[in-house]
Nanobody, 115 residues
């Protein structure tokens, strides 16, 4: 069952931008950590960015300075602004909510950066 809902994926040229959005039930959104993961074909799923309930953020080194994660507590959403996209960013992006000991996932949204 899909518990989180992502939107905003699509096709973009290198150097372009996309903004992903994830909507979650309030009971899940108020959990410990909200984050974005991605998985490229044949690759392991990796953490891209995360934000704790205290507002602390972490980014993968490969996206630092280009991606920004943000939370809107009024809308129960977490966004990922992706700038200066590279072909290496091509992957399915998944929204994740960590509420120990539970994990909740979205269905994924495809991001394709042409080369």
């Amino acid at each position: 069952q899909v518990q989180l809902v992502e939107a905003g994926g699509g096709l973009v040229q290198p150097g372009g931008s996309l903004r992903l959005s994830c909507a979650a039930p309030r009971s899940i959104f108020t959990g410990y950590i909200m984050g974005w993961y991605r998985q490229a074909p044949g690759k392991q799923r990796e953490l891209v960015a995360s934000c704790t309930n205290f507002g602390n953020t972490q980014y993968a080194e490969s996206v630092k300075g280009r991606f920004t994660i943000s939370r809107d507590n009024a809308k129960n959403t977490v966004d990922l602004q992706m700038n200066n996209l590279k072909p290496e960013d091509t992957a399915v992006y998944y929204c994740n909510a960590l509420l120990p000991p539970f994990n909740f996932w979205g269905q994924g949204t495809q991001v394709t950066v042409s080369s």
